[in-house]
Nanobody, 116 residues
């Protein structure tokens, strides 16, 4: 199983970024896909998740209304659209997948830096 995250970068506060996570190596139709992040000196925290089959979405309170998780079945790709970014959103973002919770497989991180 491979999860390839991309789309990170440097953006000013208030700006937007879209992260992508390309999944391969198995069928993910019954899986839950998620995004987590880890800021320097802090523990990794949950950001958002989506059930691949039904499309139900879940968000951390800190990103509700600003971030949107979605998936493209044809491309086996999960996206995280991030808007109204804040400096506190600065972190390494990781995509993950799992049968019931998104914690069985992890991709490499992609750095998101929000300048004030």
């Amino acid at each position: 199983v491979q999860l390839q995250a991309s789309g990170g970068g440097l953006v000013q506060a208030g700006g937007s970024l879209r992260l992508s996570c390309a999944a391969s190596g198995r069928t993910f139709s019954s899986y839950v896909m998620g995004w987590f992040r880890q800021a320097p000196g802090k523990e990794r925290e949950f950001v958002a998740a989506i059930s691949w089959s039904v499309g139900s979405t879940y968000y951390a309170d800190s990103v509700k209304g600003r971030f949107t998780i979605s998936r493209d079945n044809a491309k086996n790709t999960v996206y995280l659209q991030m808007k109204s970014l804040k400096p506190e959103d600065t972190a390494v973002y990781y995509c993950a997948a799992g049968a019931s919770r998104p914690n069985d497989y992890w991709g490499q991180g992609t750095q998101v830096t929000v300048s004030s």
